[in-house]
């Protein structure tokens, strides 16, 4: 669904990512993990067409988005969730789950797509009236994933979703995630909790100062704890 071939990326004369080159098929969830500034963020944005300066093919579903801007990558079905969430707090949860419909061809489906979004949702569907602002942090968060969700995108990339959350709330959410692959939506997960996220992962993808290192099944970096120490230690 998602290739990567030799994909490269700048922030001014810095070059961030180098020679990037992975897979993401249908209906997997794959993870992309490493320490703090390895440049995993920077993959998703790029995927996304949120970085000024990129090099390399990014195909997904065959077509190149290379030089597409990022509300056309949203219109083919790539979906983005940031580290920083970015609810508008001053809004209600469903005028939140609205906002994801804006550029929509369903939007006149909102009713409809509020409430069968929401079913994967249930803390969000008993507070549809609340403001966004009075939720807890992991409560803001699940809502960011389903503005994303919204609007049925075919693969949904989130960015480090379980950072500041009570645990609780966290084993809640990699339920959640394993909940909408089995409904066929394909995920690129960012997660500094690695040992959550590889046991979900079909594959793995460990960065390294903006190269990738070392790929394998989540099951095997999972049980490769020499792996884990040398390039995910914080």
């Given amino acids: 669904m998602l290739t990567l071939q030799g994909l490269n990326a700048w922030y001014g004369t810095s070059h961030v990512l180098q020679d990037i080159s992975l897979e993401v098929k249908q209906g997997e969830i794959v993870c992309l993990i ?29 077509q190149e988005l290379s030089t597409q801007p990022a509300h056309c990558r949203y219109g083919l ?37 509020i409430a069968h979004t929401t079913k994967l949702f249930p803390r969000l569907a008993e507070r549809l009236d609340q403001m966004a602002i009075t939720m807890s942090g992991g409560e803001q968060q699940m809502l960011a994933i ?32 394993s909940a909408m692959k089995a ?29 990738i290192v070392h790929h394998d099944t989540g099951k095997a970096l999972l049980a490769d704890a020499e792996i884990q120490e040398r390039y995910c230690s914080v």
């Fill in 146 to 177: 389903a503005r994303a969700m919204i609007s049925s995108p075919r693969l949904i990339m989130l960015d480090e979703p379980s950072e500041g959350i009570m645990p609780v709330l966290v084993d809640e959410m990699f339920e959640l995630f």
């Fill in 183 to 211: 409904q066929g939506t394909t995920i690129l997960l960012v997660e500094q909790n690695v040992e959550l996220a590889l046991a979900i992962a079909d594959h793995a993808y460990v960065l390294d100062q903006g190269t």
């Fill in 34 to 62: 490493g320490r703090n500034g390895a440049g995993k963020t920077t993959t998703l944005k790029s995927i996304m067409g949120l970085i000024g300066k990129t090099s390399g093919s990014i195909r997904f579903d065959g």
């Fill in 77 to 113: 079905g790539l979906a983005y969730v940031p580290e920083e969430r970015r609810i508008v707090p001053g809004l209600s949860v469903r005028d939140n789950l609205r906002l994801g419909l804006v550029a929509s061809p369903d939007k006149h489906r909102e009713t409809e797509l």
